[in-house]
């Protein structure tokens, strides 16, 4: 579904991401795991196209989408669910969700197109604060609303960028099942976790980040036993 090859991105003169490769099959869920500084977010805004590729390759359902820019790649099917989740504050819940719907069909020819009776099915909380204004929600509500406003584009891959972030432990089991049901749907995911826990319960793929590259690939079980990666690479 998605394959980086040797990926190099700057910031002015930092060297951020530093020959970066990895793929996500398709309908699998692949977790970036990290220190802060690592370059998991730089990654992220490398395949939506919002930080230009110095060198390298970034393909997509087989296409090449380096050097597209973000709208173009957002409507090939790839969803952003960002950072700090950036819903609208002073639009309704619903608002939030019907500016960003595309309509038409997704194009997977399996599941039907993403639209707000199917949103709604997989966030029941969203129907019942359909008219909330976007501040109102709490933190987890939010982050529900941030996943299903990327759906209303009908992406086949969802980039998401810690949603854990911020939720409280119980909140953050609810983000886990809600990636669960995703999966089940037919999307493919990348997901960026400080999380080691909510990551290896969705992950069929742990990748581990350091300066720029991936240090080490596994499964979750693999990870979870292996005492050395996690204090060198991840802190705990
Ligand atoms: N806009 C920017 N301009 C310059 N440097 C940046 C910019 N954004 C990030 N960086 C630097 O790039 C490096 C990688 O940052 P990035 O946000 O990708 O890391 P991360 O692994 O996502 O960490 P975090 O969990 O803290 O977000 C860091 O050293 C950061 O300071």
Redesign the pocket.
């Known amino acids: 579904m998605l394959e980086l090859e040797g990926v190099h991105t700057y910031?002015?003169t930092?060297h951020?991401l530093q020959g970066l490769s990895f793929s996500v099959p398709e309908r699998s869920c692949a977790v970036l795991l990290?220190?802060?500084?690592?370059?998991?977010?730089?990654?992220?805004?490398s395949i939506a196209g919002l930080?230009p590729l110095r060198s390298g390759s970034i393909r997509f359902m087989g296409r090449e989408i380096s050097g597209e820019r973000p709208h173009r790649i957002a409507r090939m099917g790839i969803g952003l669910v960002p950072?700090g989740r950036r819903v609208f504050p002073s639009l309704t819940v619903e608002e939030n969700l019907t500016v960003a719907s595309r309509g038409g069909p997704s194009g997977d020819g399996e599941n039907p197109p993403w639209d707000l009776s199917r949103v709604y099915e997989l966030f029941p909380a969203l129907r019942e604060r359909a008219s909330n204004m976007g501040n109102q929600l709490s933190g987890g509500e939010q982050q529900m609303l941030a996943i299903a406003r990327a759906l209303m584009t009908n992406p086949r891959l969802l980039l998401m960028?810690?949603p854990s972030e911020g939720l409280a432990p119980v909140v953050i089991e609810r983000v886990g099942e809600a990636i669960h049901r995703l999966k089940e749907a037919g999307l493919s995911i990348l997901l960026?976790e400080?999380h080691v826990s909510l990551a290896c319960s969705v992950a069929d793929e742990v990748l581990v980040?350091n300066k720029?590259r991936i240090v080490w690939r596994g499964s979750p079980e693999a990870l979870l036993s292996n005492r050395q990666v996690q204090q060198q690479y991840l802190g705990v």
């Open positions: 910031y002015g930092s951020i990290g220190r802060n500084g690592a370059g998991k977010t730089t990654t992220i805004h930080v950072q960028d810690e960026v400080q980040m720029g």
